[in-house]
């Protein structure tokens, strides 16, 4: 089984190298410093645990470890290109992936699956779109998706769809800095307060009524019912509201301490999140790019399932 650690851009700067015959060239023709491709030389060869090149007066020399991982490597980006090139299509149109992503995907493991597979295949443009999980799954089904990134949703949404889990995530309550609710948190207390809550329909309102009804909580009577991230972080960083949101949503304003986790144990509400297709339409070259750059993602990020 292939290690998890080795990215895409190790094996891209071996190749770069052994082809080469120097660090410098090869640096240069990646349009990275000789420090950074180094570097990565040398995770490669930890990772793998032998060297793989070694360098005397006329430059690199692959080691018989080297030469060996050389000729795959090779085989490996000819068929990574070969796929690219079979998606193009004539004149200067592009080949192109629609990607759906909920709220909490499209605001935390997004950014960095984009990064990644940016790096990995260039030429192909990226379409992303988000939204609830009910219209993001219909746009799915109708085909103006290639695939969505999302919670798992109810039984009766998911009919004709292919899921395949890739991390957990649970909904937190969140408040702004200096709420009275941080002084004595209180889960009951909430309803003292506007609530931003799950409207029906969205994946995670299932999972917040049994979390409710689990720590005793009643009706809420000043309830705000949205999954609009672009709300919830204006209205709640300007009001005394508790905005119940999956995490990944808020996860760069907790860290930066505009928002903050009221103390509360959650994790009745994790969840699923995964990748949903077509079960009836083969995954093309660009969306077996997309997938593997998302997994090298969640290695990266240490999210678990």
Not at 73 to 90: N, P
Not at 104 to 116: G, K, L
């Amino acid at each position: 089984m292939i290690d998890r650690r080795i990215k895409f851009r190790h094996i891209q700067c071996f190749v770069e190298i052994a082809q080469e015959r120097s660090l410098k060239l090869a640096a240069d023709k990646l349009s990275l410093t000789q420090p950074a491709i180094s570097k990565t030389l040398k995770e490669l060869e930890e990772i793998i645990g032998a060297t793989l090149m070694t360098r005397n007066r006329a430059g690199i020399v692959l080691t018989k470890q080297g030469k060996v991982f050389l000729h795959f490597a090779q085989i490996s980006l000819a068929s990574l290109q070969q796929g690219l090139d079979g998606v193009e299509k004539e004149g200067e149109a592009r080949a192109t992936l629609k990607v759906g992503a909920l709220p909490s995907v499209a605001a935390s493991f997004m950014p960095p699956v984009v990064r990644e597979f940016t790096e990995m295949a260039p030429n192909v443009m990226l379409r992303i779109m988000d939204g609830p999980h009910g219209y993001l799954i219909e746009r799915l089904k109708l085909g103006d998706l290639d695939l969505v990134i999302g919670r798992l949703g109810r039984p009766a949404a998911m009919e004709g769809v292919s899921f395949t889990q890739l991390y957990s995530e649970r909904v937190d309550l969140v408040v702004r800095a200096g709420h009275p609710l941080l002084e004595m948190p209180d889960i009951k207390r909430i309803v003292d307060w506007p609530v931003i809550y799950p409207p029906e329909g969205s994946a995670i309102r299932p999972l917040v009524e049994r979390f409710m009804i689990a720590n005793g909580v009643g009706d809420i009577p000043n309830r705000i019912e949205t999954v609009s991230g672009a709300f919830g972080r204006v209205y709640t960083r300007r009001t005394n509201a508790v905005w119940i949101i999956s995490a990944g949503v808020v996860q760069n304003e907790t860290a930066d301490g505009h928002l903050v986790r009221l103390p509360f144990d959650s994790d009745i509400t994790k969840g699923p999140v995964g990748l949903m297709t077509r079960p009836d339409s083969p995954p093309s070259p660009e969306e077996q790019v997309f997938r593997l750059a998302v997994q090298t993602v969640i290695d990266e990020l240490g999210l678990k399932s």
